[in-house]
């Protein structure tokens, strides 16, 4: 049945559901691209474009033009799916003895813009908001929030590691060991596949409440599949998962037909609006959430608790 809206606020509330799953260590954050976008790190579809260009402009390893034609390099650039172009121009690159230059751009594209980190600092609020955080990112833009040891990316690690909040999860590898990426087909292929690697993501879906942040409609093709593979605890999709969602005023309707899809996956919409901010906005809805959550949820007071304890021993 579709769901009528009557507005969409600047500053959404946050659901009594995320705050009980905070309050039960039962939330887990899932960070997307955008959430990276918003201090200044390149989006899939740049890097893409970023890529072809490096193909067409770079001389081929037998020095008889470039790595592709004017005509290949059109093709490419009709291709939709940001990382099937990625995975194509990985291997013109390589083919080329160019694979240095493709991580060059891999990594710039990863870079982030100082003065969006001082204005917009998303991780540190992603951070507060207490839950346990998973990512597809490879930037190491949230990291100095955890000790490294706590940092997990490398694919035997998902079959024995314990989940916990004090631990990142990059279920996608880090910039820093190239060995640990997915960002090609074949990559995720592997990935997928693995068996340590899928029961993590079955606890993951089976027993907790997950809050999805910076994931656009390509992202969510994955999150689909993650979703309807290894969430077994509901078949009847009722709402148990949630992601944060910009939209103009006055786009009711489209709110009430993306979360028409969305209802197959078991996760509700809440929308924000983007009129003034853009997708910065996001920073301020989890800005205002985290004030919510600390003033409502036990874990300010077990936080406190612990405190006084401590000085109490001193």
């Known amino acids: 049945m579709k769901v009528k809206y009557s507005s969409i606020p600047e500053l959404p509330e946050v659901p009594t559901e995320i705050i009980e799953a905070v309050n039960n260590n039962k939330l887990v954050i899932f960070i997307g691209a955008g959430v990276s976008r918003i201090i200044g790190c390149m989006g899939w579809s740049q890097l893409a474009t970023n890529l072809i260009k490096l193909c067409f402009d770079t001389q081929n390893k037998d020095k008889t033009g470039t790595c592709i034609n004017f005509k290949e390099k059109e093709s490419l650039e009709q291709i939709n799916d940001h990382k099937k172009v990625i995975t194509i121009c990985y291997h013109i690159l390589c083919n080329n003895e160019l694979e240095k230059e493709f991580y060059n751009k891999f990594n710039k594209s990863l870079e982030s813009v100082p003065k969006k980190v001082d204005q917009y600092n998303i991780y540190k609020e992603i951070f507060g908001l207490r839950g346990i955080n998973i990512t597809t990112n490879a930037d190491i833009h949230f990291h100095n929030q955890f000790f ?30 190239r060995e640990s990426l997915v960002f090609t087909v074949p990559q995720y292929i592997r990935r997928y596949n693995d068996d340590g ?10 027993n907790y409440t997950v809050l999805f942040l910076g994931y656009g409609m390509s992202e969510f093709e994955l999150l689909d599949f993650l979703i309807t593979k290894y969430d077994s605890s509901n ?80």
Do not use: C
């Open 235 to 314: 078949e009847q999709r009722e709402v148990k998962h949630y992601t944060l969602w910009p939209f103009y005023s006055g786009e009711e309707n489209l709110l009430s037909f993306e979360q028409s899809y969305f209802n197959d996956m078991g996760i509700q919409v809440i929308a924000y609006q983007k009129d003034e901010n853009g997708f910065n906005q996001l920073y301020y809805v989890l800005k205002k959430w985290n004030t919510d959550i600390n003033q409502t949820s036990l874990y300010t007071y077990d936080s406190l608790k612990e405190i006084e304890d401590l000085v109490a021993e001193l």
């Open 197 to 206: 690697f899928k029961l993590f993501l079955k606890k993951i879906f089976d």
């Open 148 to 177: 490294s040891a706590n940092i997990v990316f490398n694919e035997p690690e998902f079959l024995t590691t314990s989940i916990e909040r004090t631990k990142l999860y990059k279920i996608h590898g880090t910039q820093e060991n």
